[in-house]
């Protein structure tokens, strides 16, 4: 009977609501630094504090900073956070740039821990006075091979449940939309650094065809939900959104008309001057590959025929030279 008496819990959000969450590049460069070196190869996980500006329930993270953190993995309850460091990098930042200030923290996960909402109540001890919006939780996943959204933003509600006759509260992590946003600067900084990392092992050609393989399966994905999208609408087991229909009638306004003849005649001279250089790059690497045999035979594989192309000489003036003496020994006779 008691299980039967329980309600479903009911979500309640705090005064000062997050609508949305937007990740700086710069976060993630720090995060990933953060991780490369504490804890690269290991199982543990780095923590540190996102900084930025809140507007109207929209959080900005522009900027962040690493925390010593420890926590044992035996005991999930006991963890380390060194509050002097946290209080000395904050009064740093604040030197450097006034306006940005705590909104939240950051963990490298990969999934929310017991420890997180105890950390949370720590972080929200450093916000400024009379705030009213609390501080985020987002879990930064470093993975190079992700190939998704590299973020998760989570905030903190009441979840008030009924049980036994008696009302309880208690604290959970509600998932919050987040999504990655930069400056222009930014976004100059980031392709020019971008644009410096090279690694050897993978060639420009290898890259730039990864990218593109990528970049058509993103484009895949989209086509699909949005195909989904619209076959549900029919069906009638969707209510019809008129924002999604009218920015999917944008996008198909912009798309290009292939029946032109001018369109038709510039793919046809694109394609062949790609092919031609196709085709010459194959001719002349041939060619260049023949040479090379040849040089090769010449070097290695021809000695031997001069060795005896030039003993059959000596041989031959040899024989001459026996003839003639004998010829001489028969005319003194």
């Not at 008496?5 to 460069?29: C, W």
């Not at 930069?182 to 090279?198: F, K, P, S, T, Y």
């Not at 040899?318 to 001489?328: S, Y």
């Amino acid at each position: 009977m008691a299980g039967e008496e329980e309600e479903t819990p009911t979500v309640v959000a705090k005064s000062g609501d997050i609508v949305d969450v937007t990740m700086h590049p710069l976060v993630l460069l720090s995060a990933a630094d953060h991780y490369h070196r504490v804890a690269r190869g290991t199982r543990k996980r780095v923590v540190g504090l996102l900084l930025g500006s809140v507007l109207r329930g929209q959080v900005d993270a522009t900027n962040s900073f690493a925390v010593p953190f420890e926590e044992d993995s035996r005991n999930p309850a006991v963890f380390y956070l060194d509050h002097n460091y946290l209080e000395s990098m904050l009064a740093m930042f604040r030197k450097v740039n006034a306006k940005e200030r705590v909104v939240g923290f950051y963990s490298t996960g990969p999934s929310i821990r017991p420890n997180d909402l105890r950390i949370h109540d720590i972080v929200k001890r450093f916000l400024p006075a009379n705030t009213v919006t609390p501080p985020i939780f987002c879990i930064i996943d470093i993975r190079p091979d992700r190939k998704s959204h590299p973020t998760t933003a989570y905030k903190v509600v009441e979840e008030v449940s009924t049980k036994d006759g008696q009302r309880q509260v208690k604290l959970s992590f509600a998932h919050v939309p987040s999504q990655m946003g930069a400056l222009e600067a930014e976004e100059v900084g980031v392709e020019h650094l971008l644009r410096d990392i090279n690694d050897p092992t993978v060639s420009t050609v290898a890259s730039l065809i990864k990218g593109k393989i990528a970049g058509l399966a993103t484009l895949t994905e989209k086509l699909v939900e949005c195909k989904d999208y619209l076959e549900s609408c029919v069906r009638g087991e969707q209510k019809v959104n008129p924002e999604i229909v009218a920015n999917l009638q944008t996008i198909m306004n912009l798309l290009p008309n292939l029946n032109t003849e001018d369109l038709v005649r510039s793919f046809v001279v694109k394609t062949n001057d790609m092919q031609m250089a196709i085709y010459l790059s194959a001719l002349i690497r041939s060619v260049i590959a023949l040479h090379d045999l040849v040089n090769n035979r010449i070097q290695y594989g021809g000695g031997a025929g001069n060795d005896g192309e030039i003993a059959t000489g000596k041989e031959e003036e040899k024989k001459e030279d026996d003839t003639k003496t004998a010829q001489k020994k028969d005319a003194k006779k």
